[in-house]
């Protein structure tokens, strides 16, 4: 940890009437911290990293914009309530960044609330404060609050009466100003670019519990409603300008559902013109706080709880909203599942494209909209899908409204999965378009963490459940089916009690079928039955490659299921271990790897190449060169001695792969479709 003396400025109340500048070392304010008393969060004192002429303005407050005279340090807020501190700790350390982490007086583990204090190697102009905080921001994954852009803005400091308060100090012994990354990774106020107004309220952080003292230190501005909506929609103080207006409401006698509808039709313009972040502050919690705190000033009687019953006769029936008819809801969360191979992935860009440029889901009408697609691997081939989804489609190029991440991201992780929202966030901002769909695929490559624990799957279900209420979006996940594919997706049951349709993807007879297997809020819908068409792509080289669209065959009927072929104990193990091997994205492994795998798993050394003989001679693989794929003659397969009918662990796994090399080729194309998938 760093060790420069720094200055700091300790302020008694609230209103900064009073102050003390004091000096230190990073790691004596951090003991400070630590060993800092019990206190109410009223009687809490608050802390500055800068320095302060100690001239009061009109107001008798010395704690302004313009009072500053140096800063040496940043502060952070964060109050979203999904990020821990330990999250957030981490992802500091991994920048080897001196800084400290401290819960608020509204922290709680279930809902974590803290702030980030971060020591400058020198002092800087108050100005240079806004480049400080986007970098610090930044290394955060763009989670920081507004608050925390306000050049003067002041944080609580104290431990609470009762409950949990944590004093995380990093190891790192790297100055924010001296990190190398600092501009890279900047993330402005409201995702903006460098040099973006920062705007200045001149008020303290915002918790769950602000004061109601908050709204004295807004002076309302005179006006009438209509002006004030103006100021709101176009100005650039939002928060002030919703304070006025709801101060103006609660004195009119509006009740707290009125003033939400207000706010909520005003949201959208604010969205347009002033982006997603700042119209997200005119809704829930924050609209809350601002009318509590009216109604604490005496502007007018206590409106509705936020808890409360509705009597069942005033409860109306809505009809059920399709994103895809019959198949996906919108707003809600569904999980496609199947063994490696069978064509998950397929169908998931498939309906992905469908929804990104509003082409009905094979006879189903879509309702068109972006899609977000986080992408685990494969990045080309999720390329040449889309490109050939298009071309086969009629579209001249791949569809503006699909967006394709860079890499997976775990899910488990809530500082991830805010940085994945902020990421979806951006691009909402510079797109002006909604996300419709959010696609995990797969769940493995986004997960870090035990898939067979309740408390692992169900941080995902809750990260994932915040993307999809942030925009009401659907979100599908990619998923693996375990061994017993008739038992469902792999590991924890809390998936499958999370989700609200499940569907499994499965290979009999060739082709490609979509079942469903749970419909929360509507009846199962007919299976569908898809073959693969090949579609050549003319690369920029003038080289041809092949890939491949589905077309439906029977929305109704199930697929006849293939026999199995019958093969000896190794032969079944040796060629299990190749599939895995393969997942859904690889075409060939090397034999030497695949060779090792096999003595790993108890293969005989002298029996495996006997066994890779007779697999190739029945066309089960192909050998290239020294690698391996799945053969054209790859069907399901079962040990020796077995029924057909998967009553065998063996039989019913390997009835899950029979998603290797199929017939399904017209016979212009010199290809495998099967190979593709």
Same mark, same amino acid.
Not at 33 to 57: R, V, W, Y
Not at 354 to 379: D, L, M, N, R, S
Not at 524 to 537: G, K, R, T, W, Y
């Given at each position: 940890?760093?060790?420069?003396?720094?200055?700091?400025?300790?302020?008694?109340?609230?209103?900064?009437?009073?102050?003390?500048?004091?000096?230190?070392?990073?790691?004596?304010?951090?003991?400070?911290?630590?060993?800092?008393?019990?206190?109410?969060?009223?009687?809490?004192?608050?802390?500055?990293?800068?320095?302060?002429?100690?001239?009061?303005?009109?107001?008798?407050?010395?704690?302004?914009?313009?009072?500053?005279?140096?800063?040496?340090?940043?502060?952070?807020?964060?109050?979203?309530?999904?990020?821990?501190?330990?999250?957030?700790?981490?992802?500091?350390?991994?920048?080897?960044?001196?800084?400290?982490?401290?819960?608020?007086?509204?922290? $709680?583990?279930?809902?974590?609330?803290?702030?980030?204090?971060?020591?400058?190697?020198?002092?800087?102009?108050?100005?240079?404060?806004?480049?400080?905080?986007?970098?610090?921001?930044?290394?955060?994954?763009?989670?920081?609050?507004?608050?925390?852009?306000?050049?003067?803005?002041?944080?609580?400091?104290?431990?609470?009466?009762?409950?949990?308060?944590?004093?995380?100090?990093?190891?790192?012994?790297?100055?924010?100003?001296?990190?190398?990354?600092?501009?890279?990774?900047?993330?402005?106020?409201?995702?903006?670019?460098?040099?973006?107004?920062?705007?200045?309220?001149?008020?303290?952080?915002?918790?769950?519990?602000?004061?109601?003292?908050?709204?004295?230190?807004?002076?309302?501005?005179?006006?009438?409603?209509?002006?004030?909506?103006?100021?709101?929609?176009?100005?650039?103080?939002?928060?002030?300008?919703?304070?006025?207006?709801?101060?103006?409401?609660?004195?009119?006698?509006?009740?707290?559902?009125?003033?939400?509808?207000?706010?909520?039709?005003?949201?959208?313009?604010?969205?347009?013109?002033?982006?997603?972040?700042?119209?997200?502050?005119?809704?829930?919690?924050?609209?809350?706080?601002?009318?509590?705190?009216?109604?604490?000033?005496?502007?007018?009687?206590?409106?509705?709880?936020?808890?409360?019953?509705?009597?069942?006769?005033?409860?109306?029936?809505?009809?059920?909203?399709?994103?895809?008819?019959?198949?996906?809801?919108?707003? $809600?969360?569904?999980?496609?599942?199947?063994?490696?191979?069978?064509?998950?992935?397929?169908?998931?860009?498939?309906?992905?494209?469908?929804?990104?440029?509003?082409?009905?889901?094979?006879?189903?009408?879509?309702?068109?909209?972006?899609?977000?697609?986080?992408?685990?691997?494969?990045?080309?081939?999720?390329?040449?899908?889309?490109?050939?989804?298009?071309?086969?489609?009629?579209?001249?190029?791949?569809?503006?409204?699909?967006?394709?991440?860079?890499?997976?991201?775990?899910?488990?992780?809530?500082?991830?999965?805010?940085?994945?929202?902020?990421?979806?966030?951006?691009?909402?901002?510079?797109?002006?378009?909604?996300?419709?769909?959010?696609?995990?695929?797969?769940?493995?490559?986004?997960?870090?963490?035990?898939?067979?624990?309740?408390?692992?799957?169900?941080?995902?279900?809750?990260?994932?459940?915040?993307?999809?209420?942030?925009?009401?979006?659907?979100?599908?996940?990619?998923?693996?089916?375990?061994?017993?594919?008739?038992?469902?997706?792999?590991?924890?049951?809390?998936?499958?009690?999370?989700?609200?349709?499940?569907?499994?993807?499965?290979?009999?007879?060739?082709?490609?079928?979509?079942?469903?297997?749970?419909?929360?809020?509507?009846?199962?819908?007919?299976?569908?039955?898809?073959?693969?068409?090949?579609?050549?792509?003319?690369?920029?080289?003038?080289?041809?490659?092949?890939?491949?669209?589905?077309?439906?065959?029977?929305?109704?009927?199930?697929?006849?299921?293939?026999?199995?072929?019958?093969?000896?104990?190794?032969?079944? $193990?040796?060629?299990?271990?190749?599939?895995?091997?393969?997942?859904?994205?690889?075409?060939?492994?090397?034999?030497?790897?695949?060779?090792?795998?096999?003595?790993?798993?108890?293969?005989?050394?002298?029996?495996?190449?006997?066994?890779?003989?007779?697999?190739?001679?029945?066309?089960?693989?192909?050998?290239?060169?020294?690698?391996?794929?799945?053969?054209?003659?790859?069907?399901?397969?079962?040990?020796?001695?077995?029924?057909?009918?998967?009553?065998?662990?063996? $039989?019913?796994?390997?009835?899950?792969?029979?998603?290797?090399?199929?017939?399904?080729?017209?016979?212009?194309?010199?290809?495998?479709?099967?190979?593709?998938?």
């Amino acid at each position: 940890m760093t060790t420069r003396v720094i200055k700091y400025t300790y302020f008694s109340d609230a209103r900064g009437r009073a102050l003390q500048e004091r000096e230190t070392t990073f790691p004596e304010l951090c003991t400070m911290l630590e060993e800092i008393p019990p206190c109410d969060k009223k009687a809490a004192p608050l802390i500055k990293l800068a320095t302060f002429t100690g001239q009061p303005n009109d107001n008798g407050c010395r704690r302004y914009d313009a009072a500053m005279t140096a800063i040496t340090g940043v502060e952070g807020d964060y109050d979203e309530g999904d990020v821990t501190p330990e999250d957030a700790h981490e992802r500091l350390e991994r920048y080897n960044l001196s800084a400290v982490i401290v819960t608020t007086h509204s922290h $709680t583990p279930d809902r974590p609330r803290w702030r980030v204090l971060v020591p400058l190697a020198r002092d800087h102009l108050p100005q240079d404060r806004e480049r400080l905080a986007a970098g610090l921001n930044g290394a955060l994954g763009g989670i920081l609050a507004r608050e925390s852009f306000t050049m003067s803005q002041s944080f609580y400091i104290g431990r609470p009466p009762n409950g949990e308060y944590k004093v995380l100090p990093t190891s790192g012994a790297v100055y924010l100003d001296e990190w190398p990354a600092l501009d890279a990774s900047a993330i402005y106020k409201n995702g903006a670019a460098p040099g973006a107004a920062s705007g200045s309220y001149d008020i303290v952080a915002g918790e769950d519990d602000e004061d109601p003292e908050l709204l004295e230190m807004v002076p309302a501005k005179p006006g009438s409603m209509e002006e004030l909506l103006e100021a709101l929609q176009q100005g650039e103080d939002v928060h002030g300008s919703s304070l006025r207006l709801v101060g103006q409401l609660v004195g009119r006698g509006a009740d707290d559902d009125t003033i939400r509808l207000v706010f909520s039709a005003v949201a959208y313009d604010v969205a347009e013109h002033r982006g997603e972040e700042r119209a997200r502050e005119l809704l829930g919690a924050e609209l809350q706080r601002m009318i509590d705190g009216a109604r604490a000033k005496g502007y007018g009687q206590i409106g509705s709880d936020a808890f409360a019953f509705v009597q069942a006769t005033e409860m109306s029936v809505q009809p059920v909203s399709w994103l895809v008819h019959a198949y996906l809801e919108e707003d $809600t969360m569904a999980v496609m599942y199947g063994a490696p191979g069978m064509g998950k992935s397929f169908l998931a860009l498939d309906m992905s494209c469908c929804v990104a440029t509003g082409t009905p889901f094979h006879g189903q009408a879509v309702k068109q909209g972006a899609v977000f697609y986080i992408a685990g691997e494969g990045h080309n081939g999720i390329a040449r899908r889309v490109k050939a989804w298009a071309q086969y489609h009629g579209f001249s190029g791949m569809p503006e409204q699909l967006f394709v991440s860079k890499a997976p991201a775990d899910l488990v992780n809530g500082l991830n999965a805010v940085g994945v929202a902020n990421a979806i966030r951006r691009l909402v901002i510079a797109t002006g378009v909604m996300p419709r769909v959010i696609v995990i695929d797969t769940m493995a490559r986004n997960f870090i963490g035990d898939e067979n624990s309740a408390a692992d799957v169900g941080r995902f279900v809750s990260n994932v459940d915040m993307l999809r209420r942030k925009w009401r979006a659907t979100v599908v996940i990619v998923h693996h089916s375990g061994k017993d594919s008739s038992k469902g997706a792999r590991g924890s049951s809390a998936l499958k009690g999370a989700v609200d349709a499940e569907y499994e993807v499965s290979r009999p007879g060739g082709g490609v079928q979509l079942t469903a297997h749970k419909m929360k809020d509507a009846e199962n819908p007919p299976d569908l039955s898809f073959e693969m068409i090949a579609v050549p792509l003319q690369e920029d080289t003038h080289a041809v490659t092949i890939s491949a669209v589905l077309k439906l065959t029977d929305h109704s009927a199930h697929m006849k299921p293939e026999e199995p072929v019958r093969l000896g104990k190794h032969q079944v $193990t040796v060629l299990d271990i190749l599939k895995q091997m393969l997942g859904d994205d690889t075409e060939s492994v090397s034999v030497a790897h695949w060779q090792t795998q096999c003595i790993e798993a108890r293969v005989p050394r002298n029996r495996f190449y006997e066994v890779k003989d007779t697999l190739e001679g029945r066309k089960l693989i192909r050998i290239d060169g020294a690698n391996v794929s799945l053969g054209e003659g790859c069907p399901s397969v079962s040990p020796s001695g077995t029924k057909p009918d998967g009553q065998t662990g063996h $039989t019913s796994r390997q009835q899950n792969r029979t998603d290797t090399k199929r017939q399904c080729r017209p016979s212009e194309v010199a290809t495998d479709i099967s190979d593709l998938i």
